[in-house]
């Protein structure tokens, strides 16, 4: 899906509007720019003439979806309210496209806790992310590397079998009542059976991030680390934690399979 | 009420009519939905 026929850059998609038909197939219209940028949007567009009040509100079984490429003035621009944000993106004096940037929602508010520890008070642990309403912002945070090929232009990032790979960098922030007490930030990290936390041989490798609060003189010092164990039951990870990846480990210590288990907090 | 977004996944899915939806609880659903490269897609 691309406002351009050359360039395919944001992937397949799929939407329902208020007549609940599934609908997947989206042209762009691009609507042209002067000032060089671009925000892209999907919306309902008889629905947007509904709550301009250009249209009955009472009529529901009209489906006009379409995805739009309209002339932005910042790079952060407002968003009709009813449209699904997509992107926004900058072009050069020929219409060629030079920056992307990520505007879809993470349809959250705040970042939900993941870990509660009760010791001399009540501390929760979160992911520690610049904007919570982004998507991108989750995305990156403990990013888990792409085992299989969203289309021929974006590639996987690993191969099976490999040894090991590279676990994204994330942070996480801790609370006491309403308080901040603290960021623990764990940078990115190579993961094979010869690291620290590592693979174990012809096992299921859960690996997640486990908290504790310990106390000095009073104080409570926070902790959070990178945690890795075999499991028998896949998918389920210890309470209390942030689960991240499931690793699939052969007799020689070849990774054969790599499943990515953050959640999405919706 | 905007569009209603379906994550959607190539791994983990399950068909449903002629789309392939995936599971809205793992965050590998949303990242693909509308994929969006990270990098800068830089056309000379």
Redo the contacts between chains.
């Keep these: 899906?691309s406002p351009f026929p050359w360039?395919p850059?944001?992937?397949?998609?799929?939407?329902?509007?208020?007549t609940g038909f599934?609908r997947?197939h989206l042209g762009w219209q691009d609507q042209g720019t002067v000032t060089g940028i671009e925000q892209l949007y999907?919306?309902?567009q008889y629905?947007e003439a509904q709550v301009q009040g250009n249209a009955p509100p009472q009529v529901t079984y009209i489906d006009s979806?379409v995805a739009l490429a309209v002339e932005a003035n910042s790079l952060s621009p407002t968003f009709p309210?009813?449209?699904?944000p997509?992107?926004v993106i900058v072009l050069d004096g020929v219409g060629?496209?030079?920056?992307?940037i990520?505007q879809?929602p993470?349809y959250l508010s705040s970042v939900p806790n993941f870990a509660t520890v009760v010791n001399v008070g009540t501390f929760k642990a979160f992911e520690n992310i610049s904007d919570p309403t982004k998507?991108?912002n989750?995305?990156?945070s403990f990013a888990v590397p792409?085992s299989?090929a969203?289309s021929p232009r974006?590639p996987q990032e690993v191969n099976f079998p490999c040894s090991g790979f590279f676990l994204g960098a994330g942070s996480v922030a801790f609370t006491q009542g309403n308080f901040p007490i603290g960021v623990i930030r764990i940078p990115t990290t190579y993961i094979s059976n010869r690291t620290t936390p590592g693979l174990t041989a012809n096992a299921i490798n859960q690996g997640y991030i486990t908290v504790n609060v310990a106390f000095n003189q009073g104080n409570p010092i926070v902790n959070a680390a990178l945690a890795i164990t075999t499991t028998q039951t896949s998918g389920v990870f210890p309470s209390n934690t942030l689960p991240l990846f499931e690793a699939t480990v052969d007799s020689v210590n070849l990774i054969r399979n790599l499943?990515?288990?953050?959640?999405?907090y919706? | 009420?905007?569009?209603?977004?379906?994550?959607?996944a190539?791994?983990?899915s399950q068909q449903?009519?002629?789309?392939v939806?995936g599971n809205?609880?793992?965050?590998?659903?949303?990242?693909?939905?509308?994929?969006?490269?990270?990098q800068?897609?830089?056309?000379?």
């Design positions: 899906m360039v850059f944001i992937g397949y998609e799929a939407v329902q509007p208020n599934t997947d999907v919306i309902d629905e979806v309210t009813i449209s699904l997509v992107a060629r496209i030079q920056q992307v990520d879809r993470s998507r991108v989750f995305q990156n792409r299989y969203l974006i499943v990515d288990w953050r959640p999405s919706i | 009420m905007p569009v209603t977004e379906l994550p959607l190539i791994v983990s449903s009519g002629s789309i939806q809205r609880s793992q965050r590998t659903s949303w990242i693909n939905s509308f994929y969006v490269p990270r800068p897609t830089a056309i000379t």
